[in-house]
């Protein structure tokens, strides 16, 4: 249902100075069906308070790190009543944060703010957006960044520097993203099939049901980071150790075996 026909006061224009968003964004958001139709009178749109109180409701939900997708099923009443502290809790760990409160505070950054704080060029940043390291999320229709992303540039500046070309960075960079969004969506299946699916089948209130969920992902989600970085660790010194007594002088070998870790993985 559109807007009631005495409170549809606002043109589009008005209703984005309310909103403080562009006429753009908000014509976006009505094809992503996030907000409701307004009311014709004529060739004229108006907008009334239902429509920036959504508006309002869209920029904290993305502020907390949810996607669009997952606002608009949020919005619409399409998610579980225990799956919503679920989302909220993915969201917040997706904005590094741990918690929600957290997440809303944490300033956003423009690419140019994350070259700026990094000390490279805004068009070398574009390159590792496309190439999947570096993930922006959308807000008011525009593109974000956490400040925890300025310290992943430094990471690959550093690998720039030590002399990695940058093309060969960015093509394993992409075929590591390939790979480790594979393995996450089995990781996330495993979950549901074993941890949420079993919790809706059990004779729980759905705050009952939300608290063990989101304790679950709580404890989960830094159990399985840190087995993957451990294993990666392990396989990536294990290939450098073979690798190493191939093709390695004396003085290499003798310098990687002084390194705590060396020959341990």
């Known amino acids: 249902m559109g807007t009631d026909v ?10 984005a100075r309310a909103a403080d968003v ?7 958001y009505q094809k992503r069906r996030l907000l409701p139709p307004p009311t014709r009178r004529g060739r004229i749109a108006w907008y009334g308070p239902e429509h920036t109180e959504r508006l309002a409701r869209i920029r904290d939900l993305q502020q907390r790190g949810f996607s669009l997708a997952l606002i608009r099923r949020l919005l619409d009443g399409e998610l579980d009543a225990a799956d919503v502290p679920l989302a909220a809790a993915v969201a917040t760990a997706a904005a590094g944060a741990d918690d929600p409160d957290d997440a809303v505070d944490t300033a956003l950054l423009t690419l140019d703010d994350v070259a700026a704080g990094a000390g490279v060029p805004a068009p070398l ?6 190439a999947g390291v570096l993930v922006p999320r959308v807000v008011d229709g525009e593109e974000r960044f956490a400040p925890a992303d300025v310290d992943l540039v430094r990471g690959g500046l550093a690998l720039l520097e030590a002399g990695f070309p940058l093309a060969d960075l960015l093509s394993l960079a992409g075929r590591h993203d390939a790979a480790t969004h594979a393995i996450a969506e089995d990781a996330v299946r495993l979950f549901d099939e074993h941890v949420r699916e079993p919790l809706r089948a059990q004779p729980l209130t759905d705050d009952e049901r939300a608290e063990r969920l989101v304790a679950a992902f709580r404890t989960l989600l830094p159990t399985i ?3 993957v970085a451990h294993h990666f660790r392990r396989v990536l010194l294990e290939v450098a150790q073979t690798h190493l007594e191939q093709v390695g002088e004396a003085t290499e070998l003798a310098a990687a075996s002084a390194e705590p870790g060396w020959g341990a993985a």
């Not at 005495?6 to 209703?15: G, I, M, S, Y």
């Not at 562009?22 to 976006?28: C, E, G, L």
């Open 125 to 130: 940043l574009d390159a590792v957006v496309r």
């Open 225 to 227: 980071t840190t087995l």
């Open 22 to 28: 562009s006429v753009d964004t908000i014509r976006f």
């Open 6 to 15: 005495a409170e549809a006061t606002l043109r589009v224009e008005d209703l």
